[in-house]
């Protein structure tokens, strides 16, 4: 019901302002604080991993734009504290994503805003 497609986002924090970069599979941001988030649809939900590379322990937080089959949108917004060096899992389950009820099935999942605050 919900194709594995995986989506990746980089946060950069640069004067308090995302610099948008244009990756192969999506749009990347960039935080110094090195958080990254890796989303794709699951059994469960949408299952996101989330990295940290930089700085201290941080809190990423992290907008999931929806995609359905029949052209319906939907999104739904998700944090995850992690640990410098560490990865950590956040599933963010179907019924979070505010879509209309006219969802088919989900085509993509897009990872846009990511922000890391320490």
Known sequence: MYPSRV????????AHLGIALTALLGCSRGDASGARVSCHTSRDGITCAVAHS???SANVCWDLMVLCRNRTRGSAHACQVVSFGRQASRIVPM???????????V????VEHVVATE
């Open 7 to 14: 989506i990746t986002q980089t946060a950069i924090r640069r």
């Open 54 to 56: 930089q700085g201290v």
């Open 95 to 105: 019924s979070a994503v505010q879509m209309p009820d006219t969802c088919d099935a």
């Open 107 to 110: 085509l993509t999942v897009d």
